[in-house]
């Protein structure tokens, strides 16, 4: 059974950081993707980011680029979002997602919700102005 749970949300002012933790457990596939969704209050999710297991390629939305770094601790099986320089626009609740890799097509679906098999129950992260 897939599991993944997320940690490190919380309450920062604009222009701090926040770094976020997703811990997995039971994957059997040879190369699977873990990222981060989220989503405002009465807006629709958002793909941030996501990381490929096996070689490590990252994706990021452009509303993250350069601000957000996504990394993975193989040994310890976490997934880590470190978010800097946070703007009220990045408040919401932040899911942890994973997907087996199942081909190419991943690099240009990587955003949309429909594409992960598998979600954490979520994390809140506040950003006051």
């Known amino acids: 059974e897939v599991r993944l749970v997320e940690s490190g949300g919380g309450l920062v002012q604009a222009g701090g950081s926040l770094r976020l933790s997703c811990a997995t457990s039971g994957f059997t596939a040879d190369d699977f993707a873990v990222g981060w969704f989220r989503q405002a209050p009465g807006k629709e999710y958002e793909g941030v980011s996501c990381i490929r297991r096996r070689d490590g390629r990252s994706y990021y939305s452009d509303s993250v680029k350069g601000r957000f770094a996504i990394s993975s601790d193989n040994a310890k099986s976490t997934v880590y979002l470190q978010m800097n320089n946070l703007k009220p626009e990045d408040a919401g609740v932040y899911y942890c997602?994973?997907?087996?890799?199942?081909?190419?097509?991943?690099?240009?679906?990587?955003?949309?919700?429909?594409?992960?098999?598998?979600w954490g129950q979520g994390t809140q992260v506040a950003v006051s102005s």
């Open positions: 997602v994973a997907v087996p890799i199942r081909g190419p097509a991943f690099d240009t679906m990587w955003m949309h919700e429909a594409t992960y098999d598998f």
